[in-house]
């Protein structure tokens, strides 16, 4: 029987079947804001409305909707950055802003990338801070631990072969790196979050 995984954007709150689950976001807020602890707080906030105008720009240049002469200045140059991504590494998108369920953990989130690259696939975190955050391992190991629990029925990739974790680092020059996840840890540690964040929550 499929999931019933729903998101309301406005709270950024997910529901399965009707329950609220934790999402991948807020499982790794105590991280998130322990390595940004010296960030000024409104910083933080304009930073955070870029990257999702990033994210959105990417959703809807896969899906062919947008729109280049309503972007930014702000936003061109990483658009640029996108496009000399898509072309130089050859990228083949499967999923884009996939939201994913982890039955076995019990949270949800979106996954920003999946396909292939260099034959191999993969998941990838679009990212335009001025650095990767580390929390990008754990957050990519949470995706794919959920990716994987519903990947049979997607039929998206041999569940017999790896799956990379990348970051896709988009910098303010028009400029872009790929930054490969390898710490076997990293889905230890999100998992540990989840367990920390589940009970700060308990009634």
């Not at 809807?60 to 640029?80: A, H, I, K, M, N």
Request: charged share 25%.
């Amino acid at each position: 029987m499929p999931i019933e995984l729903t998101f309301d954007e406005a709270s950024h709150v997910y529901r399965v079947g009707g329950q609220v689950v934790s999402s991948v976001t807020q499982i790794l807020g105590r991280l998130s804001a322990e390595e940004y602890r010296f960030v000024d707080k409104s910083v933080m906030e304009d930073a955070a409305l870029l990257g999702k105008a990033v994210h959105k720009m990417i959703e809807l240049d896969l899906r062919g909707d947008l729109d280049f002469e309503s972007l930014s200045d702000g936003l061109q140059v990483y658009y640029t950055a996108w496009q000399n991504f898509l072309q130089l590494s050859g990228f083949q998108m499967v999923l884009s802003e996939a939201r994913v369920y982890s039955s076995k953990y019990g949270y949800a989130g979106t996954l920003d990338l999946a396909g292939w690259l260099n034959n191999r696939f993969v998941i990838i975190d679009a990212k335009r801070t001025a650095a990767v955050p580390r929390t990008a391992g754990p957050q990519t190991a949470g995706y794919l631990q959920a990716l994987r629990e519903h990947a049979e029925d997607a039929v998206m990739w041999p569940q017999d072969t790896p799956v990379d974790r990348y970051a896709l680092h988009l910098r303010a020059e028009g400029t872009w790196r790929l930054v490969p996840f390898t710490d076997k840890s990293d889905l230890r540690v999100f998992l540990a979050c989840k367990t920390l964040h589940d009970w700060s929550n308990a009634a």
